[in-house]
C-alpha cells in the first residue's frame, strides 16, 4: 500500500511526510526545544506509526537553535532509523559535525536534499 506524501505547517517547522522520510524544515530564527520536538513527533506517530521505518530529514535552510542535548530524546522512537542533516555552508556543516555527535541514530550529513533523500530510501529499504 502506498502512502500518500502529507505536508504540516506547524508555528515553528513545516513537515513533509513521504513514504519513506520525514522533511522538516524549522523556521528562521526559531528556537527548538524539546516541547516543540514533541509535537513533531505526535504528528509522525500519527502518520508513521510505531512500525513503519522512516527517516528524519533536517533540511537546513534557514538559522535556528536547538539544544542537541534533546537529540538523545530521540532514541526511544525505534522506528526512526537514521537522521540526515542537509546544509549547503561551510559553517552550518560545521554546526551539523558537532550536533551528529549527541545522535542516538544512524546519522548522515550531505549537501543536497536530493542526496538525502536518494540515502534515506536507499537506507529504509535496505532494512
Given at each position: 500500500?502506498?502512502?500518500a506524501?502529507?505536508?504540516?505547517?506547524?508555528?515553528?517547522?513545516?513537515?513533509?511526510?513521504?513514504?519513506?522520510?520525514?522533511?522538516?524544515?524549522?523556521?528562521?530564527?526559531?528556537?527548538?526545544?524539546?516541547?516543540?520536538?514533541d509535537?513533531?513527533?505526535?504528528?509522525?506517530?500519527?502518520?508513521?506509526?510505531?512500525?513503519?521505518?522512516?527517516?528524519?530529514?533536517?533540511?537546513?535552510?534557514?538559522?535556528?537553535?536547538?539544544?542537541?542535548?534533546?537529540y538523545?530524546?530521540?532514541?526511544?522512537?525505534?522506528?526512526?532509523?537514521?537522521v540526515?542533516?542537509?546544509?549547503?555552508?561551510?559553517?552550518?556543516?560545521?554546526?551539523?559535525?558537532?550536533?551528529?555527535?549527541?545522535?542516538?541514530?544512524?546519522?548522515?550529513?550531505?549537501?543536497?536534499?536530493?542526496?538525502?533523500?536518494?540515502?534515506?530510501?536507499?537506507?529504509?529499504?535496505?532494512?
Amino acid at each position: 500500500m502506498a502512502v500518500a506524501v502529507k505536508e504540516y505547517e506547524l508555528s515553528f517547522t513545516k513537515l513533509t511526510c513521504s513514504k519513506n522520510y520525514v522533511i522538516s524544515e524549522v523556521k528562521e530564527g526559531c528556537y527548538l526545544t524539546r516541547e516543540l520536538f514533541d509535537e513533531v513527533l505526535l504528528i509522525l506517530e500519527e502518520y508513521y506509526g510505531r512500525s513503519k521505518p522512516y527517516i528524519y530529514i533536517s533540511n537546513r535552510k534557514y538559522d535556528f537553535n536547538v539544544n542537541p542535548i534533546d537529540y538523545l530524546n530521540c532514541s526511544g522512537i525505534d522506528n526512526m532509523i537514521g537522521v540526515a542533516l542537509v546544509t549547503e555552508t561551510a559553517s552550518k556543516m560545521q554546526t551539523a559535525n558537532f550536533e551528529k555527535n549527541f545522535m542516538t541514530k544512524k546519522t548522515q550529513i550531505f549537501g543536497t536534499l536530493k542526496e538525502a533523500i536518494d540515502w534515506a530510501n536507499t537506507f529504509v529499504e535496505a532494512q
